[in-house]
């Protein structure tokens, strides 16, 4: 009997021994390189029973344990072809599977807005993707342009380095580095969401999302009402690349170029992109130059390392040099000499080719995925960030020298978060923690002329006949007294006249250096097949500290029309300030999910959403703190993918309250960021992507939005702006447009012609603000509302792997606003912006 036994035990021994599994990885991408996430994966015996099966995640990978044998190997995904071919697998083995796309339907939306690659329709959150193929259709070349066709979302782009980002009413534009956005915006899962940092040019990226909502549990102490994140294109075992050239009016250039190869087989890939786009400004500049041109080179270095079928590393370097023509803040009071007051028409702006804007970004990421177990997996996004930018423009607008400011920024982050999931079939967990760290010095200098100063001041009119007013100069403009009640200043002591300095330059810094350390835990459980309910939760500590220094001007600097020659702040500081504090704050939701089919969910949502604590100097240079902002947010959502995967359609409900809202209000010639009570919103968004025919599909968005601030703050007294409505937010906005395709045996073609349109909005949260110009016509700080047409089509030819493309945004050249007011406006001289011009051009695609 125990020889049996012993000889029982070594057959079963010796049979495991040589029937060890293996494994079979790999990608699943599509023919355009897009990572196809959530791919179906299935190895089943040859006569169809089932073996194994998995899901591509967020990086389009999968990964199977089967024992050796010959299988059928099946892929599949909504949108494309199954691939579908037999596989002998004796040791573990790499694949890389391209799926072909499927126009008789519509491609699924998958999305990593919950840490983890879901279809778009398990998601219990109002999250809008942008893919690749879209981007490029469209030629979006900008978040400006991308936003059009998110509903809830604006962005503005006055000029590059300072863009601002608006989603469901809530505006984060503020410049300051001591001042946290309210949106947050990732690149591969770092955070760049600081002002001066939140620009990225698009090339070879395979997807952009944007959740809406307040999701800090998710996206940290910035996505106070939303979060964007760029996904950009990973290296793949394929080797190839493309090269695209194009031209455009308004001297446009642009060039990319991509290149993918395997460096170690099965192990080691690595990608390189470049882009160079250059245009002319669309507004002149009649004192030389132009201005709301682009000129911007990037780059990046991308490698993926998979050392085990348990481990994936990424590795990402960007570097991007931004050297802009300056911001067209055109005077809306003060008309060019022989020119119009229409934002859109040649400007006059003092310092002409001089107005610039600039920024050198270098970043660095790694990320890392290790599948601990079958269900656990450790994820591991380090980041590094470090820029040096700034801007001339010309505040006023004029050629009078008033408001010529002159600025430059260095700012460098670095981040760390560490995050386990854990997934069956009923529950999904994220939880983890990071840490931010962040510093940055801004410095600035003002340079104006006392003579334009009196002339503002005294009410006696900057410009006359769009030249600077010198009129009430003594004896001449170029030696000009300082005027008093009973006429020119003497000197006591010298008995002569006190001149007024043509050359004032004042100077003035503020920094940062902020830190933060954040816990935080995602749950969501299956309670039958169609019920769900989730919880998040995230505790956040930060040190904050903010600097200020206002130096005493030297004498051929200073201002005679101050005591202390500053005319701004006109407190000086001996050296510099700094004032600093602790805080701590805690975040939640809550969802709910039912959906009763694979095609069809309800969601619910509840969360909350913050901006940090701010430390400030008042005009005094004394320090105070403003509380930090609050959101409460209520969600309800459907989302719908039916007719045999030819109808996707998406739509929420939302009402939120925000106390303690923080917004700019206008102190002498500054803007001081003050706390301004409390404010609530409604609103209702909807996308809808339908294949109607063969050859023939339609997309459409469309946003409502009703946003103002309250009568009354949390305490019942009466606040500023009540009943205005939020700036930059239209009742109305939205896209509708059509894609027709045509399949022949040698050849594809495209055609996109698509319109967007805004209401009318606001550019000040005090809408009732009114001026009048030098024609006696009074304005408010509006746009009236405006619809773009937009045309873009593409040939490609299938053998040579060429594409040419054609592309026509703002097609009938419309012009309109994109922003009014601004710091101009604080001094009664308003500026206006005024948005893209009509932009036509072609591109040609090399694929090889």
């Not at 293996?22 to 959530?38: F, N, T």
């Amino acid at each position: 009997m125990k020889t049996l036994l012993s000889l029982a035990l070594y057959f079963v021994l010796a049979t495991t021994a040589f029937a060890q599994s293996v494994s079979l990885s790999g990608r699943i991408l599509s023919e355009s390189d897009e990572s196809l996430i959530g791919a179906t994966v299935l190895l089943e015996t040859p006569s169809g029973e089932f073996v194994a099966g998995a899901s591509a995640d967020q990086n389009g990978l999968f990964r199977l344990s089967v024992n050796p044998g010959t299988y059928q190997l099946t892929v599949s995904y909504v949108g494309y072809e199954t691939y579908d071919e037999s596989i002998r697998l004796d040791a573990d083995q790499t694949v890389t599977i391209i799926l072909e796309e499927n126009d008789l339907v519509l491609r699924e939306v998958v999305v990593t807005t919950q840490k983890r690659a879901q279809s778009n329709i398990d998601v219990p959150v109002a999250v809008s993707n942008v893919s690749a193929e879209f981007i490029s259709e469209a030629n979006l070349e900008s978040f400006a342009s991308l936003s059009d066709y998110v509903p809830g979302v604006q962005v503005q782009e006055q000029v590059v380095i300072l863009p601002s980002y608006v989603i469901r009413g809530i505006t984060s534009d503020d410049g300051s580095l001591a001042v946290e956005n309210r949106v947050s915006v990732f690149q591969d899962n770092i955070s760049i969401s600081k002002a001066i940092s939140a620009y990225v040019e698009f090339f070879d990226i395979d997807r952009v999302e944007v959740v809406k909502g307040p999701h800090g549990t998710l996206f940290g102490r910035a996505a106070q009402i939303g979060a964007i994140q760029i996904v950009t294109k990973k290296p793949t075992a394929r080797t190839g690349g493309n090269v695209t050239l194009g031209l455009g009016n308004y001297g446009q250039e642009y060039v990319q170029a991509t290149f993918n190869a395997p460096l170690i087989e099965d192990k080691l890939f690595g990608r390189a992109s470049i882009v160079y786009n250059q245009r002319d400004g669309y507004v002149e500049n009649l004192a030389g130059g132009d201005l709301q041109g682009k000129n911007t080179f990037a780059a990046r270095l991308s490698y993926r390392y998979i050392p085990t079928d348990k481990v994936v590393a990424d590795l990402i370097l960007n570097y991007q040099k931004d050297d802009t023509p300056g911001t067209s803040f055109k005077s809306g009071v003060h008309a060019p000499t022989g020119g119009t007051l229409d934002a859109s028409d040649p400007a006059a702006m003092e310092s002409g080719e001089d107005l610039r804007a600039f920024r050198d970004v270098f970043g660095l990421t790694l990320n890392v995925t290790a599948d601990l177990t079958e269900n656990v997996s450790l994820t591991s996004n380090t980041g590094f960030r470090q820029l040096t930018g700034g801007e001339v423009f010309d505040a006023d607008g004029t050629l009078a020298k008033l408001l010529l400011i002159g600025g430059s920024s260095e700012y460098s982050q670095f981040s760390q978060e560490l995050r386990f999931n854990y997934t069956t079939n009923r529950v999904s967990i994220a939880a983890g923690a990071s840490y931010f760290t962040d510093q940055g010095e801004s410095s600035y200098t003002l340079f104006t002329d006392d003579r334009s100063f009196f002339a503002l001041s005294a009410g006696l009119g900057v410009v006359t006949g769009g030249q600077p007013n010198y009129s009430f100069c003594f004896p001449s403009p170029e030696q000009c007294a300082l005027l008093g009640p009973a006429g020119p200043v003497v000197n006591p002591v010298t008995g002569a006249f006190i001149f007024m300095n043509s050359a004032v330059e004042e100077n003035f810094t503020d920094g940062a250096d902020n830190s933060s350390f954040d816990l935080f835990a995602d749950i969501e459980i299956d309670l039958t097949d169609y019920l769900s309910l989730g919880a998040g939760y995230r505790q956040t500590w930060e040190s904050l500290q903010t600097m200020y220094y206002r130096p005493l001007p030297q004498a051929k600097d200073a201002s005679v029309l101050s005591p202390t020659g500053r005319l701004i702040t006109p407190v000086p500081t001996a050296d510099r300030l700094y004032a600093s504090d602790d805080f701590n704050a805690s975040l939640y939701r809550a969802t709910l999910k039912i959906k009763p089919s694979d095609a069809f969910s309800l969601y619910g949502t509840v969360s909350t959403g913050r901006r940090p604590y701010i430390i400030q100097f008042n005009g005094q240079a004394v320090a105070e703190t403003l509380d930090d902002e609050n959101v409460l947010s209520y969600e309800a959502g459907l989302k719908a993918f039916a007719l045999d995967s030819r109808l996707e359609f998406n739509a929420s409900v939302f009402a939120y309250e925000w106390t303690n809202f923080i917004t700019d209000l206008p102190d002498g010639l500054l803007f001081e960021v003050t706390d301004a009570g409390a404010a609530s919103a409604v609103g209702f968004e909807t996308e809808l992507r339908a294949l109607i025919a063969p050859f023939m599909s339609v997309y459409g968005n469309y946003a409502y939005m009703d946003a103002t601030f309250d009568d009354e703050d949390s305490d019942g007294q009466p606040q500023a702006y009540a009943g205005n409505t939020f700036r930059l937010t239209p009742e109305h906005s939205g896209a509708v447009g059509l894609r027709f395709f045509a399949d022949f045996e040698k050849a594809q073609f495209v055609l996109n012609p698509n319109v967007t349109f805004k209401s009318q909005h606001y550019f000040d949260d005090n809408n009732a603000r009114m001026f009048m110009n030098e024609l006696g016509q009074t304005f408010a700080l509006e746009e009236d509302g405006y619809n773009l047409a937009n045309l873009t089509a593409a040939l490609t030819l299938k053998e040579s792997g060429v594409t040419f493309s054609f592309f026509a945004n703002n097609l009938f050249d419309e012009t309109y606003l994109i922003d009014a007011g601004n710091t101009g406006g604080s001094v009664g001289l308003p500026t206006l912006v005024a948005g893209p011009r009509r932009f036509v051009g072609t591109k040609v695609t090399f694929e090889f």
